[in-house]
Structure formats: structure tokens, C-alpha cells
């Protein structure tokens, strides 16, 4: 059983491109956590969903930042216009349910030049 | 939610026993103490939760004493691949390391260094 896979391992953007993260879930894992680590800060959570729902985005930026869980295939945290101060470690996490365990993936390091 | 304060690094060599001590002055009567792992490049990683006295498992040991303001993160005979950062919650999460935990508090932890 594959553990919680990020994609690209690495992003590289220049400033005012747009950033997409992808992340696939434990097998059998419906719930997906999205977290940012900026350089020097704890990790913060930033988003919450299940399938086809967002649940918390209430970590989230209210501008530029969105998340969407499809039916099929990854979660995605797709970044708008980046600017430097996105550059970040961003992880993603998935459980079975809220009140079950919860697995991190590797996380995809982003950055903005 | 609890605000927790830890030493920035700490070294030690292969063998030794490390304690990794967190304050936590404001815990709430409800709060677990949750502690992580985290390796370079990587998510981090469960590794003990408490609410009081002592919990021990494969990993590591958590004591705690009556009054919760702190706790104290054992680790028996540390080896190279020991070598990481350590946090330490506070929240009051139903289940161990559970979804919901998401609004704890993360600070910048303690970053252990065990050297040959």
C-alpha cells in the first residue's frame, strides 16, 4: 500500500505563474489535509476535503489559493499569480476520516524566483 | 490553543538517551500533548501522544508530570537516523495523530542532531 504521493517533489515558478500541487491519498483514504511550512515557521493547515467537498478552507488565503478534491484523480492546490512569498514547503496529508489517523506525504518544495 | 515553547537544537552522539523538553503553561483540562517527527525532505511523522504520568511505545517515551505544564520526549539510545525535528502540540484532538488535529499550533521545534 503506497503511502500519500506529492507531485512535483520540486516547483520552480517565476513570479505571476500559476502553481499546481498534486496529491494523492492513501488507498482508501477519502479525507485530504493541505499544509504549509514557510521557511523559519511551524506548519499551518491550510485546507480540508473530501471528495468533491471542501470541508475547512478556513487556513486558507483568501485570494489566489484554491483547492478542489475531484471524484477521480488527485487533490489539487492550485496557486494563482505567485509571488515570492509562496515559497514554501507545502504537504499533504490523508486519513480515512476526520477522527482517524492521519499519513503526510513528502510535500512539494515551491519556489517563486 | 495551547502555545508550546522548545529548545531550538539539541546534539548528542549515537547511544545516549536524549529528552526533549516542551512548556506548555496555558494547557486546557481537555488538551492531549502530541508529539512528531519530522526528517529532512519529508512529511512529519506521529510518534507518541499523552494526557498524563508516562506513555511509552517502540519509539520513544512521554512523561509528563501532574501539573502538565511541560513534558518531557524520551528517546533511548539515539542512533544517526534519529537525526530530525522534533515538535510538540497541544490540543485536544479525539484520537491520536486524528484529522481534526489540523488546528493545532506548530512551532519550529527542536532540531536534533545525533552525531557519530
Known amino acids: 500500500n503506497a503511502g500519500v504521493m506529492q507531485n512535483p517533489r520540486h516547483l520552480v515558478r517565476r513570479r505571476g505563474q500559476e502553481a499546481r500541487l498534486r496529491c494523492s491519498p492513501m488507498k482508501g483514504h477519502s479525507h485530504v489535509y493541505w499544509y504549509r511550512q514557510l521557511p523559519e515557521e511551524g506548519l499551518k493547515f491550510m485546507v480540508y476535503l473530501q471528495k468533491e467537498n471542501i470541508i475547512d478552507e478556513s487556513g486558507m488565503p483568501k485570494e489566489r489559493f484554491s483547492a478542489e478534491f475531484p471524484k477521480e484523480g488527485p487533490s489539487i492546490l492550485r496557486i494563482q499569480q505567485v509571488v515570492r512569498g509562496d515559497s514554501a514547503a507545502y504537504f499533504c496529508a490523508s486519513s480515512p476520516g476526520d477522527n482517524y489517523e492521519q499519513y503526510f506525504g513528502p510535500g512539494t518544495r515551491l519556489t517563486v524566483t | 490553543l495551547a502555545k508550546t515553547t522548545q529548545p531550538i537544537s539539541m546534539d548528542s552522539y549515537e547511544g545516549q538517551e536524549v529528552n526533549i523538553t516542551c512548556s506548555h503553561n496555558n494547557i486546557a483540562t481537555n488538551d492531549y500533548i502530541t508529539w512528531y517527527q519530522q526528517f529532512p525532505s519529508q512529511g512529519p511523522r506521529f510518534i507518541i501522544q499523552g494526557y498524563k504520568t508516562k506513555v511509552t511505545n517502540e519509539v520513544a517515551s512521554l512523561f509528563i508530570p501532574a501539573d502538565r505544564k511541560s513534558s518531557t520526549l524520551s528517546l533511548p539510545r539515539v542512533s544517526l537516523s534519529d537525526t530530525a525535528v522534533y515538535y510538540c502540540?497541544?490540543?485536544?484532538?479525539?484520537?491520536?495523530?486524528?484529522?481534526?488535529?489540523?488546528?493545532?499550533?506548530w512551532g519550529l521545534g527542536t532540531s536534533l542532531a545525533v552525531n557519530p
Open positions: 502540540l497541544v490540543g485536544d484532538p479525539p484520537a491520536p495523530n486524528a484529522g481534526n488535529n489540523r488546528k493545532l499550533i
